[in-house]
């Protein structure tokens, strides 16, 4: 990837960051996306209804779909009890997945190597398409996923599985903690 996707990337990234911080005022997704993606008030809202009808899971709104890419917001409410991941049970999509963490945090296992990627917010991971995981909080978490359909070869935007090995695909230079580990309800 060329040094300034990566710039465009981050910049790009830090700026979400800045406006979900309240930090930055934005003009409403609808108006950069037009009726492609969902009002984002009204989305969330969507979300946490889902969430008090389902306390204990996890759920998504898809908000909309950028270049055969499908955008959603996922969350999770807080639990109590405690879960081991690796009794979640794994899934794969079919291209290349980014989650960002908006609020809270998440862990990303994967099963066939025993990987496990703890992610706060601000942190982005991608998930190569094809490749078994499972997704879990412990804590109230919002989460933007990117997962890319499109006819580029599964690239999600500029930033793919094959680019996040290098410490600038992540925001502020800085990848996610790996080491960390963390008790999953």
Not at 64 to 90: F, H, K, Q
Not at 94 to 103: G, K, N
Not at 104 to 128: F, K, Q, R, S
Request: net charge negative; hydrophobic share 30%; aromatic share 4%.
């Amino acid at each position: 990837m060329a040094t300034q996707e990566r710039r465009n990337v981050q910049r790009n990234i830090i700026e979400a960051d800045e406006i979900a911080s309240g930090e930055r005022k934005a003009a409403p997704l609808s108006d950069v996306f037009g009726e492609q993606v969902k009002n984002l008030q009204r989305a969330r809202k969507e979300l946490e209804d889902k969430l008090l009808a389902n306390p204990t899971g996890e759920e998504c709104v898809v908000l909309g779909y950028a270049d055969g890419a499908e955008v959603s917001l996922m969350g999770w409410n807080e639990r109590l009890r405690t879960r081991d991941i690796r009794e979640v049970p794994p899934h794969a999509n079919s291209a290349d997945s980014m989650q960002i963490v908006l609020e809270g945090g998440m862990t990303i296992y994967y099963p066939d190597d025993g990987e496990t990627v703890v992610l706060g917010a601000g942190d982005c991971h991608v998930v190569p398409g094809g490749k078994m995981h499972s997704c879990v909080s412990t804590q109230k978490s919002l989460v933007l996923v990117v997962v890319g359909h499109g006819a580029n070869g599964g690239e999600v935007g500029v930033m793919t599985a094959q680019s996040k090995t290098s410490s600038d695909s992540y925001p502020g230079g800085r990848k996610p903690n790996k080491d960390r580990q963390e008790s999953i309800p």
